[in-house]
């Protein structure tokens, strides 16, 4: 196997300069000269400068993909440009962030409908974002991810990059199964992860095959108004194993979830009283179990009112779940963490982190399997297990550690081998076979990167029609290619061309990631997002995506008392002024503040701070926005604008002037 380690290749330099330049033979002689000494001053192989020419984008160009990466325990979205590799954005989701006014007066109470048992919770783990799709390809409408610490899911919406959602689970804290969706986006699934009393209500460790449980949520989505609609989902519940990732079929697996899970030996730990630790325990048996879930079957008995409440959430319990024959599982080794399906849906790749193999099922086999109740056994909870033999297509020794796998759409598959810190090309078999000059399951290439990978990104590499070119290696460790940030170091983003068949798969960027830990990451062609360039109309709420009536309007601005002794004040923001300046307020009043910035000009962004009262807004042409709070200090507070929106910016200011009682 030859490595791709970028070093210089027998391409002449000469040659090398031709193609950045692109100028071909007319190019001038000075112009290559130019090249020629930049490359030797900053010591730059010809490897080197084609991976600057696939990556660099001169001002003013566009990137041709983007990459939504999940955060991590920051809680947020990061908006990756592809080949650049530039951060575009973050979208703050569970996580206050001040530059979008999120959490600080504005989206307050979406990210506090998603509060744990009540408690105020100020960040998340996200860990799996994933597009909305029509036909199992992405729509790019809408992005739904996952918080792995409090079992919450949310919505964003892709015209203005809001969240706009966040729903808590009932059953469970902590997910890991999630997000992923149904191919026409009916559902958006949830799988939980560790085993909890229902609620996680209080158990003692004693009780745990007894009060523990497992489960997945599947919450229906209404496309049309853009939120996860509550009264029409429902769970399933599951072994108490631990569930890990899932994914949905697709093609000739539509109507499936694959959940794999850890755990099977049902350990519980307890180092501290001499018993084996978990990460001995549970990783014991040299299997786990694939669930195989049939959701129509699901969605057609909780539609029969077959489901039994459990905090307040309707749930097929485990013993209708076999009884309706909607669950099975099979044998999967070793250690489980990715389960990926292939684009036309007829593979499911499992990839085990203690075997060097990935374990490849055939749908055919599993539908055969179910069919003929080819079983070779039942687990504790009575769950029929497919006899492993008889659902296998194939084994891949692909090397050590892998854990992710994603998709081109010539044949080949993409996985992380995290041990080995390497990305493995492999070619797919059946009707992918003649894709790919390799023979049928084979390894292709393994291309070192640096280091520990763990999700991979490939151009749409999760949908039905992957678009090849690139892959993104979400590698966790940087140690030594940056300079040095202190102890903790950003996490480095490698891109990968995969354009090329065979051997050639080079690394071509290094991107450092100094604000969160992605997990997984999702790439769209940038031209699927419609993304609105200012709000529609002036006095537009997000959260409505809609008109406000009672927004206030130029020439409207005011300030009212209400009966109740609540006060309205109508604001406007327009360069470079605020609408009115001085506002009185006497202490102890509850306050709406209204504001509509009344720009229409592209990028006219204000912002509004009021120090003391913990509020930042980002108003972005056209929105409107209220702020509540009750004017609980006395004082004089200068309010300003915080974004520079014009020469005049540092005179957009005014006055709060709070009475005392
Ligand atoms: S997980 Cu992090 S590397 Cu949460 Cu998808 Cu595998
Ligand atoms: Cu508006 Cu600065």
Redesign the pocket.
């Known amino acids: 196997m030859k490595s791709a380690k970028t070093k210089a290749s027998s391409v002449p330099l000469t040659l090398a300069i031709l193609t950045v330049c692109g100028l071909a033979a007319a190019a001038s002689a000075q112009s290559m000269r130019d090249v020629e000494a930049v490359a030797k001053e900053r010591g730059l192989t010809n490897a080197d400068l084609i991976a600057a020419a696939k990556t660099y984008l001169p001002s003013g160009k566009k990137d041709e993909y983007l990459m939504f990466a999940s955060g991590g325990h920051a809680g947020q979205v990061f908006v990756v440009g592809i080949p650049s590799m530039r951060l575009l954005r973050s979208i703050a989701v569970f996580t206050p962030e001040p530059w979008q006014g999120w959490g600080y007066g504005v989206g307050d109470k979406i990210i506090a409908e998603g509060f744990p048992k009540g408690k105020s919770n100020l960040w998340g783990d996200t860990?799996?974002p994933a597009l909305s799709e029509t036909k199992g390809d992405y729509d790019g409408q809408f992005l739904f991810i996952n918080d792995?610490i409090n079992a919450r899911v949310a919505v964003i919406d892709l015209r203005d990059w809001e969240t706009k959602q966040i729903v808590k689970n009932p059953l469970t804290l902590s997910d890991?199964g999630g997000t992923f969706v149904t191919p026409d986006t009916e559902y958006v699934i949830e799988g939980g992860q560790y085993a909890l009393p229902w609620g996680a209500a209080f158990a003692p460790i004693a009780d745990y095959k007894e009060k523990y449980k497992g489960s997945v949520t599947l919450w229906k989505f209404d496309r049309a108004r853009g939120r996860i609609d509550k009264e029409q989902s429902f769970a399933i519940e599951l072994p108490l194993y631990w569930h890990d990732?899932a994914d949905a079929g697709k093609g000739a697996s539509d109507g499936f979830i694959f959940l794999n899970s850890l755990n099977s030996e049902k350990a519980t730990g307890g180092i501290q009283d001499k018993q084996p630790p978990f990460e001995a325990g549970a990783s014991r048996n040299p299997t786990d179990f694939l669930h195989i879930i049939d959701w129509r079957k699901a969605e057609a008995l909780f539609k029969a009112g077959k489901t039994v409440q459990i905090e307040g959430f309707p749930v097929i319990t485990l013993e209708t779940a076999v009884a309706e024959g909607l669950l099975h599982i099979t044998p999967e080794p070793r250690s489980p963490?990715?389960v990926d399906v292939t684009p036309k849906g007829e593979f499911v790749v499992v990839a085990g982190k203690l075997d060097p193999h990935v374990t490849v099922f055939s749908i055919e086999k599993i539908k055969r399997a179910i069919a003929a109740k080819n079983f070779s056994g039942k687990d504790d909870y009575g769950v029929p297990i497919l006899d492993f033999d008889s659902v296998v297509e194939k084994r891949v020794e692909l090397g050590l550690g892998p854990?992710?796998t994603q998709f081109g759409p010539d044949g080949y598959a993409y996985t992380s081998l995290y041990l080995d810190s390497a990305v493995a090309r492999w070619t797919l078999g059946g009707s992918y076979g003649s894709g790919t000059p390799e023979p049928d399951w084979t390894v292709v290439q393994k291309t070192p990167v640096h280091y520990n990978v763990?999700?991979l990104a490939a151009a749409e590499g999760d949908t039905v029609s992957p678009d090849g070119k690139y892959l993104v290696s979400l590698n966790k460790w940087a140690v030594d290619r940056f300079v040095q940030t202190g102890p903790l170091l950003p996490q480095n983003l490698q891109l990968l061309d995969i354009s090329s068949k065979g051997t050639n798969m080079p690394v071509i960027y290094d991107m450092a990631m100094g604000v969160g830990e992605p997990?997984?990451a999702q790439i769209i062609k940038a031209d699927k997002i419609n993304a609105w360039a200012t709000y529609p109309e002036v006095g537009w709420d997000p959260h409505q995506q809609n008109i406000n009536p009672s927004a206030p309007k130029p020439k409207g601005e005011r300030v009212e008392r209400g009966a109740d002794g609540t006060v309205d004040i109508y604001m406007t923001a327009i360069r470079s002024h605020f609408n009115p300046e001085h506002v009185y307020l006497k202490q102890g009043e509850k306050v709406r503040w209204h504001i509509t910035n009344t720009e229409r000009a592209v990028d006219a962004t204000h912002g509004f701070a009021v120090p003391v009262y913990n509020i930042t807004a980002s108003l972005e042409p056209g929105e409107s926005v209220t702020i509540e709070f009750v004017a609980d200090t006395a004082g004089t507070f200068p309010f300003y604008c915080t974004e520079f929106c014009s020469a005049l910016h540092l005179e957009m200011m005014g006055y709060l002037m709070v009475e005392p009682k």
């Open positions: 860990h799996h792995k890991h990732l963490h990715g854990l992710h763990g999700h997990h997984y």
